[in-house]
Each structure stands twice: as C-alpha cells, then as structure tokens.
C-alpha cells in the first residue's frame, strides 16, 4: 500500500480481555516495528522484525505481549489479559531493509490504535 | 546502551517568532543518526530532519535547522518563522550504525504557536 495501515483506529476493552492489533506496511518494507505511546510519554520500542531473521522481542514488557509476521507483510501485535496500564496508542513503522533505510530515512510510521482498557 | 532525553514537555512560541527545542543523548559509539520527528494530533509520525553523527555541518530543511554538538551529545531543533501549523509534539530520536536501525526516542516536547 501506498502508506502503513494500522486497524482499528480505536479500541476499547474490557480488563482481562484479549485484544489484537493489526499492522499492513508499505508493500516491500522488510523492516517492521513496534511502538508503545503512553500518555504523556515518549515512544517505548516493543519488538522489531527483519525478514525472515528471528524478531528482536526485547522491548515487550510481558508475556502477555506477543507479536507475529505473517508471509513477510502483515503483523499482529496480541495483549491478552489486559490491564489498565496497557493503555496506550500503538504505533507500528516499517522501513525498506532495516538498516540503510532506517539510516537515511527514518522510518514510515501508521497512525496508530489508540487501546483503552477500562 | 543508548539513551535520549527531552528535558522540556511542553513549549510554546508566538506566530513568526523561533523557537528551539532541546535533545541530549548518550551513546559510547561515534557513528549514529540522530532525527527529529513532529506527531501532529492525527498521530501520523512525520520526519523533520536527520543530522549524521560524522558530518559536522548543521542540518537545514527549510524553516528547520539543528545545532548538532557532538562532543556534547546535543542535538537542538530550530524551528524559525513559526506556523500554526507547527503545532505538534516533536520527538528527538537516534540510531545506531552499529544496530538493526532500532529507534530509540525522547520523551517528547508539545508545541504550541500561539498567533
């Protein structure tokens, strides 16, 4: 696609539910990233994939957080349980290769799900 | 490790007038990229600029410019003839050449321009 594609825009759940968070990069980006926005706080990293490479899982803060890349393209990031402190807008970015890319250009940011747990 | 702070949360400038935003890092590598990103209320992370660690000439993108200290690990963002448009929160940022191009960013500074 033209830009990354984040759905759904907003999401409000109930404590304990499990929720999934969609991510749909720019076609060819092999890069893909995860990102956690809190108010009022800067952008905490989550966990990065690389093609075909075993993801980089260092930033999720618990075993309630996973993600997976399906086919190279579209990504799920799945909170399960969640608490009220999961509230936060979740910014998926891709970039073309990772590296030279990320280098030169930054990288191309969604606009976000905004995840409310009450 | 790699770390990058942003010891101002909110500013606030008049239409037309300059203001600037402040960044520390810390990294004990000398090749990195250092970035500023805005968030407009949409979201939608925009790049402002990008200064590389090796290059010692200052950034420019038009109304926007960097003072890039290196020894100091600074890293400030001009914004001159400010616009409304400008409104925003704005977020320092860095890689490491040496990384897989992991962002790590600042805590953010919220914008306002005030006409």
Same mark, same amino acid.
């Given at each position: 696609g033209a830009g990354v594609s984040q759905s759904p825009s907003n999401k409000v759940t109930e404590k304990g539910k499990d929720v999934e968070l969609r991510c749909d990069p720019i076609s060819g980006h092999t890069a893909l990233y995860w990102y956690r926005q809190s108010l009022g706080q800067g952008l905490e990293f989550l966990i990065y994939f690389q093609g075909n490479s075993a993801p980089d899982k260092s930033g999720l803060p618990s075993d309630r957080f996973s993600a997976e890349r399906t086919g190279g393209s579209v990504s799920t990031l799945t909170i399960q349980r969640t608490q009220q402190e999961d509230s936060a807008v979740y910014l998926c970015a891709s970039s073309l290769? &990772? #590296?030279? $890319? @990320?280098? /030169?250009? &930054?990288?191309?940011? =969604?606009? =976000? $799900?905004r995840l409310t747990v009450v | 490790a790699q770390t990058v702070t942003q010891s101002q949360p909110e500013m606030s400038v008049q239409e037309a007038e300059t203001v600037t935003l402040s960044c520390t890092y810390d990294t004990s590598e000398s090749d990195y990229y250092l970035f500023w990103y805005k968030q407009p209320p949409s979201r939608q992370m925009i790049l402002v600029i990008r200064q590389e660690a090796y290059k010692q000439q /200052?950034? $420019?993108? /038009? #109304?926007? @410019?960097?003072n890039f200290q290196k020894a100091a690990k600074s890293f400030s963002l001009k914004i001159s003839d400010s616009q409304l448009g400008d409104a925003a929160m704005y977020f320092c940022a860095s890689i490491l050449s040496s990384n897989t191009g992991k962002l790590i960013f600042g805590q953010g500074t919220t914008l306002q321009v005030k006409p």
């Open positions: 290769d &990772g #590296r030279q $890319t @990320s280098f /030169n250009y &930054g990288y191309t940011f =969604g606009s =976000g $799900t | /200052n950034a $420019t993108e /038009n #109304r926007f @410019s960097v």
